[in-house]
């Protein structure tokens, strides 16, 4: 059985702070705050006061008077325990209740010096349509909206002119789309100095991946060309360490990049500056070497996968384990719905570099018309045994009100994607893999909503289609998304996801060692998986590419080509970040 701590935890998206990683906070802001002052010190969202208390730790040791810590906290209980454990070191007070309810009077709070804070990671599903809409008109936030939203808005408004900002948070804000807002918030209100993503390096039990943000309120006389200090960890499973350490976060600070061991396991971490790029784009790690590289990448650009293709989610059945089954066969032959309309169904487990696995037998009921583009259900009454298997489930199926609320029979799939499509060529990769995995698929099948999907049909030729799964499963492409979006979930796993891959760069598909890539893309997609010649193929094909990138593109529009706009060097340069 649960305990109320973790029932709590789950509920409101709280995690407390080890003592290790808020030490490590505190300490990251000694070189930030003004001397010759007594500190003012809050915590929006204090739980059990380990960040309050570290923050007084450090701080004093290093010679600063911490005059006054202040917390919040929605848990009586839980504000109780913070009180009591602050009420032996310095004056202490803590507020109970809802912050961003009590921040409307945040006056009455007077202005502070640091805020130091570990908000509830709650996201738009769990917030619930009401809460997050009420948020989003509140703070100007745009998207998916989570609570990390919202305490850095009212955070500006907490701290004095030579405030300083200590944010432990989700490092989904770097790369996501969502993120825009947090980022929007750092560029407009705060001076960022320091960024540390902390990736999968478990220090923290959250399900999301930490970061650090170390950030000052924003002058007047702010330097804007002023860099900010970016450095990032991960498990490295197939690296050797360079040298052994006690500490993950003892070694991200000291400006150096290598592997380390700890502990048994070894860590990649990685030193830099913070590349900011264009309005809106992710933020990620820049380094001189990766900037040189990323320079030739650009040069050697033609267009992006997102400016030639039209990148699709799977089907979202929301009730998988009635559409979705591998055992059809075993049903009742009165309930077993007809062949016609039990299609076979790509999963992730089933997709891997260049072509689908054909082992899988999973199907998917999927009662629409494969000629039509838009969804049109078919004429059920010509399919009683699948309608016989359908009333099996109905409760169930009509539960999903959504459905019927969108104007849908209650036993259809909530997203079917384009029905005529699925017969179409098409390249499909999983949304999580630790390595590129773009397939090509031929057998008409349906993709599953843990996959993407690019159609041959939405693009300017077949040519193409082979040149995007040659870059996005070479090695190539797999340094552009580490350098450039960079969002690595555990164990060093990738999501792939649209606004990434979109950002995927091509060659001018007319170079010769273009249409060499094409050409050794189409045999390879034929070639048995794993064998010696695939090998073969596959080498061959990052040598066209690192020649085709280093090749001039030719941007102006030809007969062959979609006429759409091609950005220059220098504008292909910024969309990078």
Same mark, same amino acid.
């Given at each position: 059985?649960?305990?109320?701590?973790?029932?709590?935890?789950?509920?409101?998206?709280?995690?407390?702070?080890?003592?290790?990683?808020?030490?490590? /906070?505190?300490e990251r802001v000694v070189d930030q705050l003004p001397r010759g002052r007594s500190l003012r010190i809050i915590d929006p969202a204090c739980g059990d006061g380990e960040l309050l208390l570290a923050a007084n730790s450090v701080l004093s040791a290093e010679g600063w008077e911490v005059a006054e810590l202040v917390g919040c906290e929605l848990d009586p209980a839980v504000a109780a325990e913070a009180e009591v454990r602050m009420s032996g070191v310095i004056q202490g007070k803590v507020h109970v209740g809802d912050f961003l309810e009590l921040a409307e009077d945040a006056d009455a709070y007077g202005l502070f010096d640091l805020v130091i804070t570990n908000p509830p990671y709650v996201r738009t599903q769990v917030l619930g349509a009401e809460l997050s809409n009420a948020l989003a008109a509140r703070f100007g936030l745009k998207g998916r909206v989570d609570l990390t939203h919202a305490f850095m808005n009212l955070s500006t408004r907490l701290l004095n002119s030579s405030g300083t900002l200590?944010?432990?948070?989700?490092?989904?804000?770097?790369?996501?789309?969502?993120?825009?807002?947090?980022?929007?918030?750092?560029?407009?209100?705060? !001076?960022?100095?320091?960024?540390?993503?902390? $990736?999968?390096?478990?220090?923290?039990?959250?399900?999301? /991946?930490?970061?650090?943000?170390?950030?000052?309120?924003? +002058?007047?006389?702010?330097?804007?060309?002023? $860099?900010?200090?970016?450095?990032?960890?991960?498990?490295?499973?197939?690296?050797?360490? &360079?040298?052994? %350490?006690?500490?993950?976060?003892?070694?991200?600070?000291? $400006?150096?990049?290598? %592997?380390?061991?700890?502990?048994?396991?070894?860590?990649?971490?990685?030193?830099?500056?913070?590349?900011?790029?264009?309005?809106?784009?992710?933020?990620?790690?820049?380094?001189?070497?990766?900037?040189?590289?990323?320079?030739?990448?650009?040069?050697?650009?033609?267009?992006?996968? $997102?400016?030639?293709?039209?990148?699709?989610?799977?089907?979202?059945?929301?009730?998988?384990?009635?559409?979705?089954?591998?055992?059809? &066969?075993?049903?009742?032959?009165?309930?077993?719905?007809?062949?016609?309309?039990?299609?076979?169904?790509?999963?992730?487990?089933?997709?891997?570099?260049?072509?689908?696995?054909?082992?899988?037998?999973?199907? %998917?009921?999927?009662?629409?018309?494969?000629?039509?583009?838009?969804?049109?259900?078919?004429?059920? +009454?010509?399919?009683?045994?699948?309608?016989?298997?359908?009333?099996?489930?109905?409760?169930?199926?009509?539960?999903?009100?959504?459905?019927?609320?969108?104007?849908?029979?209650?036993?259809?799939?909530?997203?079917?994607?384009?029905?005529?499509?699925?017969?179409?060529?098409?390249?499909?990769?999983?949304?999580?893999?630790?390595?590129?995995?773009?397939?090509?698929?031929?057998?008409?099948? %349906?993709?599953?909503?843990?996959?993407?999907?690019?159609?041959?049909?939405?693009?300017?030729?077949?040519?193409?289609?082979?040149?995007?799964?040659?870059?996005?499963?070479?090695?190539?492409?797999?340094?552009?998304?580490? !350098?450039?979006?960079?969002?690595?979930?555990?164990?060093?796993?990738?999501?792939?996801?649209?606004?990434?891959?979109?950002?995927?760069?091509?060659?001018?598909?007319?170079?010769?060692?273009?249409?060499?890539?094409?050409?050794?893309?189409?045999?390879?997609?034929?070639?048995?998986?794993?064998? &010696?010649?695939?090998?073969?193929?596959?080498?061959?094909?990052?040598?066209?590419?690192? &020649?085709?990138?280093?090749?001039?593109?030719?941007?102006?529009?030809?007969?062959?080509?979609?006429?759409?706009?091609?950005?220059?060097?220098?504008?292909?340069?910024?969309?990078?970040?």
């Amino acid at each position: 059985m649960a305990t109320p701590a973790f029932d709590r935890v789950k509920r409101n998206g709280q995690h407390f702070t080890p003592q290790a990683l808020a030490e490590f /906070l505190a300490e990251r802001v000694v070189d930030q705050l003004p001397r010759g002052r007594s500190l003012r010190i809050i915590d929006p969202a204090c739980g059990d006061g380990e960040l309050l208390l570290a923050a007084n730790s450090v701080l004093s040791a290093e010679g600063w008077e911490v005059a006054e810590l202040v917390g919040c906290e929605l848990d009586p209980a839980v504000a109780a325990e913070a009180e009591v454990r602050m009420s032996g070191v310095i004056q202490g007070k803590v507020h109970v209740g809802d912050f961003l309810e009590l921040a409307e009077d945040a006056d009455a709070y007077g202005l502070f010096d640091l805020v130091i804070t570990n908000p509830p990671y709650v996201r738009t599903q769990v917030l619930g349509a009401e809460l997050s809409n009420a948020l989003a008109a509140r703070f100007g936030l745009k998207g998916r909206v989570d609570l990390t939203h919202a305490f850095m808005n009212l955070s500006t408004r907490l701290l004095n002119s030579s405030g300083t900002l200590a944010l432990l948070c989700s490092n989904r804000f770097l790369t996501t789309k969502s993120g825009e807002n947090i980022r929007r918030v750092l560029d407009s209100d705060f !001076t960022v100095r320091e960024i540390y993503d902390l $990736g999968d390096t478990k220090l923290f039990k959250a399900a999301v /991946l930490p970061a650090v943000v170390i950030a000052g309120k924003k +002058t007047e006389d702010a330097d804007a060309s002023e $860099g900010a200090r970016f450095a990032r960890v991960y498990e490295a499973t197939d690296l050797a360490a &360079e040298k052994e %350490v006690s500490s993950v976060l003892e070694s991200i600070t000291s $400006g150096a990049s290598g %592997v380390v061991s700890v502990e048994g396991k070894s860590y990649k971490i990685e030193s830099g500056s913070l590349a900011r790029g264009v309005s809106g784009a992710p933020w990620g790690l820049r380094t001189e070497e990766s900037a040189q590289w990323l320079d030739g990448i650009a040069e050697g650009t033609w267009k992006t996968f $997102g400016e030639i293709a039209k990148t699709r989610v799977g089907i979202k059945t929301t009730a998988d384990a009635v559409f979705i089954g591998d055992d059809w &066969e075993d049903l009742p032959s009165d309930r077993r719905p007809e062949s016609e309309i039990l299609l076979p169904l790509v999963t992730h487990g089933s997709v891997r570099p260049w072509s689908i696995s054909n082992e899988s037998a999973t199907r %998917v009921l999927y009662p629409y018309d494969l000629g039509k583009v838009k969804r049109e259900l078919l004429p059920m +009454t010509a399919f009683p045994k699948a309608m016989a298997y359908l009333l099996g489930h109905e409760e169930r199926l009509r539960g999903r009100k959504y459905v019927v609320e969108g104007g849908r029979q209650w036993f259809e799939i909530w997203v079917p994607q384009r029905p005529a499509l699925w017969a179409q060529p098409k390249i499909v990769f999983p949304d999580i893999s630790e390595e590129a995995r773009f397939a090509l698929d031929t057998s008409g099948s %349906v993709i599953n909503g843990d996959c993407y999907w690019i159609s041959f049909a939405d693009l300017p030729s077949e040519d193409i289609g082979f040149l995007m799964l040659a870059v996005g499963n070479s090695k190539m492409g797999l340094r552009f998304y580490d !350098t450039v979006c960079g969002n690595k979930l555990y164990s060093g796993s990738r999501r792939w996801i649209t606004q990434y891959v979109d950002r995927l760069p091509l060659p001018d598909p007319s170079n010769p060692a273009a249409v060499r890539a094409i050409g050794l893309a189409r045999e390879l997609s034929e070639t048995p998986w794993g064998t &010696e010649a695939a090998e073969t193929l596959r080498s061959r094909i990052e040598s066209a590419l690192e &020649e085709a990138f280093s090749a001039e593109p030719d941007r102006a529009p030809s007969d062959e080509q979609p006429d759409s706009k091609i950005p220059s060097p220098g504008a292909a340069q910024e969309s990078l970040f």
